[in-house]
T-cell receptor, first 112, second 114 residues
């Protein structure tokens, strides 16, 4: 059974800092991995999708990497802004199922 | 930008009552999902639906839950007799079979069971 963990659980940084959020998974047989943003009490906003054959994806100040062999993905946020404050979730879809398995999230606070 | 919509945004019900949560997936998508997120916890998979039948379900999706695509556009989740522990945010999602496409999530329905 796929288990997804995210470290740290919470992170507080000053504005302008570059930061890395980590996602680990136990089963490397994944179809794809997706990073989401969730604002308090709100829905899920898709940030980046990485297929199992890819190593990284970039969108603006965000860069996500995937290393299946080590069971890890990272989300890099450059030049963080207060508007980046949210919970960031990673989710995996396995090769043998259709549903996503979600991590618990990292709650990010960017201080002005 | 295509989007998944959900209604209502917030539903309050009494324990033991039936509720129906509604979703309109993206029109050319073929797979449909329900997930739930209890406050402060992980997003959890409930059920997936393809070709008018359930293709996968989790342990959470017991006999009190059912899903339906009644008219080719709506996708519904019914909870027959709600319990306090059913209080959660319920997300609908849809997906095409093309692997490069992301799974699109709706904004969620917050269900409060009193």
């Amino acid at each position: 059974k796929q288990e997804v963990t995210q470290i740290p659980a919470a992170l507080s940084v000053p504005e302008g800092e570059n930061l890395v959020l980590n996602c680990s998974f136990t089963d490397s047989a994944i179809y794809n991995l997706q990073w989401f943003r969730q604002d308090p009490g709100k829905g899920l906003t898709s940030l980046l999708l990485i297929q199992s054959s890819q190593r990284e994806q970039t969108s603006g100040r965000l860069n996500a990497s995937l290393d299946k062999s080590s069971g890890r993905s990272t989300l890099y946020i450059a030049a963080s802004q207060p508007g980046d404050s949210a919970t960031y979730l990673c989710a995996l879809r396995g090769n043998y199922g259709q549903n996503f398995v979600f991590g618990p999230g990292t709650r990010l606070s960017v201080l002005p | 930008e295509p989007e998944v919509t959900q209604t209502p945004s917030h539903q309050v019900t009494q324990m033991g009552q039936e509720v129906i949560l509604r979703c309109v997936p993206i029109s050319n998508h073929l797979y449909f999902y329900w997930y739930r997120q209890i406050l402060g916890q992980k997003v959890e998979f409930l059920v997936s639906f393809y070709n008018n039948e359930i293709s996968e379900k989790s342990e959470i999706f017991d006999d009190q839950f059912s899903v339906e695509r009644p008219d080719g556009s709506n996708f519904t989740l019914k909870i027959r007799s709600t319990k306090l522990e059913d209080s959660a945010m319920y997300f609908c999602a849809s997906w095409t079979v093309r692997g490069t496409d992301t799974q699109y999530f709706g904004p969620g329905t917050r269900l409060t069971v009193l």
